[in-house]
Nanobody, 118 residues
């Protein structure tokens, strides 16, 4: 079993920045994917960003140029740096990990609230 613990959410004004962190309870290797989804009230959970390997990143169009995903495998942690935040970025942000040696099982964090005030 893998536990993912997120931190860094909070309340910020439009144009502000936040950095989310997600630490895994087991070793994360280069071939394991990690990333972030978000869910706004009354909406489905949407893809935000992923780092499917240690050297690859992908982003949703809505966050390109504003958000940066990174990972530190030595700390089993993935980060999401969020700049130029907008009210529409308000959501619960969930991190995930796909652990290859566990049969590519997907694990989810408990979520962290990000609120952007206008």
């Amino acid at each position: 079993q893998v536990q993912l613990v997120e931190s860094g959410g909070g309340l910020v004004q439009t144009g502000g920045s936040l950095r989310l962190s997600c630490a895994a309870s087991v070793s994360i290797f280069s071939g394991d994917a990690m990333g972030w989804y978000r869910q706004a009230p009354g909406k489905q959970r949407d893809f935000v960003a992923t780092t499917p390997s240690a050297t690859t990143t992908n982003y949703a169009d809505s966050v390109k140029g504003r958000f940066t995903i990174s990972r530190d495998n030595s700390k089993n942690t993935v980060y999401l740096q969020m700049n130029s935040l907008k009210p529409e970025d308000t959501a619960v942000y969930y991190c995930y990990a796909v652990v290859v040696r566990h049969g590519s099982k997907i694990y989810w964090g408990q979520g962290t609230q990000v609120t952007v005030s206008s």
